[in-house]
């Protein structure tokens, strides 16, 4: 998404950083959808209980990281569409002052 640039400073890949956030997005989305589909306890006999206690912290965790995969990616977006306004105005400058 970002590489060094001839001459100093960072290259930005606007694309990578849009698909990146989409990407996280999405992902979140998907685990959210799946949370009603988790496997019961059931049919694990001695284990049962073991495996309602290991379903329910993974169910949790897959929680958080839908919620937090949300708030990645938007704050991707925000971050991307800065560097972004921040390279127009850039330009902008050196096509009206010169590069000097």
């Known amino acids: 998404m970002a590489t060094p640039a001839t001459g100093g400073g960072v290259a930005v890949d606007y694309g990578a950083m849009a698909r990146a956030a989409s990407v996280l997005d999405t992902a979140g989305a998907d685990l959210d959808a799946r949370g009603g589909c988790a496997p019961a306890a059931g049919g694990a006999g001695d ?17 958080r990281v839908s919620a937090e995969s949300g708030v990645l990616a938007a704050a991707v977006q925000v971050f991307s569409s800065g560097l972004y306004l921040a390279d127009v105005e850039q330009a902008v400058a050196i096509l009206t002052n010169g590069a000097g």
């Open 47 to 63: 284990a049962a209980a073991l495996v309602a206690v290991m379903l329910g912290a993974f169910a949790e965790s897959a929680s």
